[in-house]
């Protein structure tokens, strides 16, 4: 399973996640202790210069993980705890980047109860995400609305909108109904390409810091390696030359629950996909970096559903991915991508 993230507004489907806020590195309302002056200078803020990200002039290059039930935990002081514990695990890998979900459209412990309706307290446990991920020096890339049903998503806004009386024949109707659009944009606030050209103007004119990613996704091909290569180098060589914009591989990863793998091709299949995106970086310069699908910690195994990596149930797959930051840490001394460069807005 791949799904890629293009770093820009041209993307011509969504199958995953529809758009998000990337490289959120704000403290949370509450709680948070200052930082140094030396640490906000090395945090910095995340910009893209044509096809590359950079923090200050300097190459930066996405690392990190998918764990998307952070917010939920956390609005629960009995779980709270794991959150804390996935970071530090990634943390320890030398992970940099973790991409979760900022959204939970109606049902239980929903961020957004209804239109216009939040939980505070849920809310409260964003607050601890986003501060938990600063303590490890981890950058956040948050989703705002699924495609899929999970955690409400595109369904739920229509279910809303039908439950007010709308005359809405399907899911879809989310990317063009005024009403179910109202409902999203008021959410953030606190066909396709033409939504995506209008929510992504809507969020930069709220935020204009942050950069916005949109999701796509590629079809089920794990069990072919050299397709994975090629299907990589193909995207991009696209978001270079069609988009001038950075692409990153938002979620990647085997299911062991799958017949046709187990762990060890799935660590084969991460190795493949980090040696092709290095490899790509090093002869090319192209590639804006990937999340695994998905990092678990310990004691959370009961939500499994194939995909979970538990790193210290793998010391393996820790080994491996600890030695492709290091490869990482070598590849960035070599160079910076320009310093001199105009800055491009998403």
Not at 153 to 163: D, L, N, S, T
Not at 220 to 232: C, E, I, Y
Request: aromatic share 12%; net charge negative; charged share 25%.
């Amino acid at each position: 399973m791949m799904a890629g993230v293009g770093a820009g507004t041209n993307a011509a489907s969504v199958r995953s996640v529809l758009i998000a806020l990337a490289w959120t590195a704000a403290l949370s309302r509450c709680g948070a202790h200052a930082m140094s002056g030396m640490e906000d200078e090395a945090w910095g803020a995340v910009e893209r210069r044509g096809t590359h990200f950079v923090v200050r002039g300097r190459p930066f290059l996405v690392h990190g993980f998918n764990t998307y039930w952070l917010m939920v935990f956390a609005a629960d002081p009995a779980t709270r705890c794991k959150v804390s514990d996935v970071f530090k695990d990634a943390a320890d890998a030398g992970l940099t980047v973790c991409r979760t979900w900022a959204f939970n459209d109606g049902g239980w412990r929903a961020l957004q109860i209804s239109p216009f309706v939040y939980d505070e307290e849920v809310f409260k446990g964003l607050d601890f995400v986003v501060n938990e991920a600063r303590t490890h020096g981890m950058r956040l890339m948050l989703s705002l609305c699924n495609n899929w049903e999970d955690y409400g998503g595109k369904a739920q806004y229509v279910r809303w909108g039908k439950e007010a009386g709308l005359d809405l024949s399907g899911d879809d109707d989310f990317f063009s109904d005024p009403t179910v659009k109202g409902y999203y944009k008021a959410f953030v606030k606190v066909k396709h390409k033409a939504w995506f050209e209008e929510m992504a103007a809507y969020v930069k004119s709220i935020d204009p810091m942050h950069l916005l990613e949109i999701g796509v996704e590629d079809p089920d091909s794990d069990a072919h390696l050299q397709f994975v290569r090629d299907w990589m180098h193909q995207h991009m060589d696209d978001a270079e030359k069609l988009l001038g914009m950075p692409v990153v591989f938002g979620e990647f990863g085997a299911s062991v629950k799958d017949e046709r793998f187990d762990s060890g091709f799935r660590e084969t299949f991460m190795e493949t996909v980090y040696n092709t995106l290095l490899s790509s970086r090093t002869r090319r310069d192209v590639g804006g970096g990937c999340l695994v699908w998905q990092l678990f910690p310990e004691g959370t195994e009961h939500m499994d559903d194939g995909y979970a990596v538990v790193l210290a149930e793998s010391p393996s797959t820790l080994q491996m991915l600890s030695q492709h930051s290091r490869n990482l840490q070598t590849h960035h001394s070599k160079g910076s991508c320009g310093s001199s460069e105009p800055r491009e807005e998403l």
